[in-house]
């Protein structure tokens, strides 16, 4: 089974137990991360602002936005279930829309959008380039671009309580024995993915400036920003 496929397989599966299982294996920590990387895309936004959320799920990040600005939001993701929960939680408000899309291949027009985000999913896709190209794309000029991930800790004192935690006992808290084969895909997707240090080069390689990393819980999640200039 291919990646994408395995991806969207787990999704549709866990999607009416998400959120919920978001906060227990976070232990509660989800939200200010959230709030911090939604601070983070505040300070750089205005009220005529347009805003891309990829990779957006049930729609947190998109709706935290536009709670706290004016700005329009859309959000894309390719899982049906994740879409339908987000399109139920934003009914009250205006200005957002949720889509299914692919991206890799965004079906919007170069330079469309102010800022463009993707939250925990850039590591779920099989191309980490090409999402990032796209994301440049549809970026206006001095568009922010921003990612927040989960990453691998280095620190040889605290890795192996991330190892036992992550690999072991967070499945457990977000599954239980039913679903704990798809909760090991967040240890098992983090572990392969790149690097910040190798993010910040993809973000060179595509001309973004003003390039930022911000890393919490010991670099267990990190925030790479950058500027399409």
Not at 67 to 91: C, H, Q, T, W, Y
Request: aromatic fraction near 12%; hydrophobic fraction near 40%; charged fraction near 30%.
């Amino acid at each position: 089974m291919n990646k994408s496929k395995k991806v969207y397989d787990i999704f549709q599966n866990i999607s009416p137990y998400y959120d919920r299982a978001n906060d227990r294996i976070s232990l509660g920590l989800q939200k200010k991360r959230k709030n911090k990387f939604v601070s983070e895309v505040l300070n750089t936004i205005n009220e005529d602002s347009d805003l891309l959320d990829l990779c957006c799920g049930t729609g947190d990040i998109g709706l935290s936005l536009k709670e706290k600005s004016p700005a329009r939001v859309v959000g894309v993701d390719f899982s049906e279930n994740m879409l339908k929960i987000a399109k139920a939680k934003a009914k009250s408000f205006k200005n957002i829309s949720f889509i299914k899309a692919d991206v890799k291949n965004l079906p919007f027009k170069d330079e469309t959008f102010d800022n463009i985000t993707i939250s925990f999913g850039l590591r779920n896709t099989d191309d980490y380039k090409k999402v990032l190209e796209e994301m440049v794309r549809v970026g206006k000029d001095k568009a922010f671009v921003y990612v927040m991930d989960s990453f691998t800790i280095e620190n040889i004192f605290i890795k192996p309580f991330y190892i036992l935690f992550f690999k072991y006992l967070m499945p457990l808290l977000g599954g239980g024995i039913k679903r704990y084969k798809d909760y090991a895909w967040l240890y098992e997707s983090t572990k392969l993915f790149i690097s910040p240090e190798e993010l910040v080069k993809l973000f060179e390689s595509f001309g973004l400036k003003n390039i930022r990393v911000k890393k919490m819980l010991f670099g267990a999640c990190v925030i790479v920003s950058g500027q399409k200039i």
